[in-house]
């Protein structure tokens, strides 16, 4: 029985650790890096400045997946950010856990 929780436990860190190594790739691949920066502010905010603003949030996911797909104004400034109809729910929700861990 401890053989098949070790199992589990090794199996979850490997999709969590492929998860992260695959979204700076998602998110340049999606586009998303085309305006936004881990560290500094371009078209849009640095994503560490969307994670910080959003890390007490326990549903800041759901909201930046939503927004992420649907688009976005008026929350950072005057520049709306467009829809992303090519990304899907899922990979729009990796997306926004990964920015949320900057």
């Known amino acids: 029985m401890k053989a098949v929780w070790m199992g589990m436990v ?3 860190a490997l999709l969590v650790v492929g998860t992260a190594q695959a979204s700076p790739e998602l ?3 999606s586009g998303c890096l085309n305006c936004h920066m881990v560290d500094k502010k371009l078209v849009g905010p640095a994503l ?3 994670a910080a603003k ?3 949030d326990p549903k800041a996911a759901d909201y930046l997946a939503g927004k992420i797909q649907k688009g ?3 929350v950072w400034g005057p520049v709306p950010m467009p ?3 090519k990304v ?3 990979d729009a929700k990796t997306l926004a856990k990964w920015i949320l861990t900057q």
Do not use: F, R, V
Request: net charge positive; proline share 5%; aromatic share 4%.
């Open 88 to 90: 899907n729910e899922a």
């Open 54 to 56: 959003y890390k007490a």
């Open 27 to 29: 998110a340049k691949s």
């Open 10 to 12: 090794a199996a979850s």
């Open 83 to 85: 829809p992303n109809a």
């Open 72 to 74: 976005s104004q008026g």
């Open 48 to 50: 560490k400045d969307i």
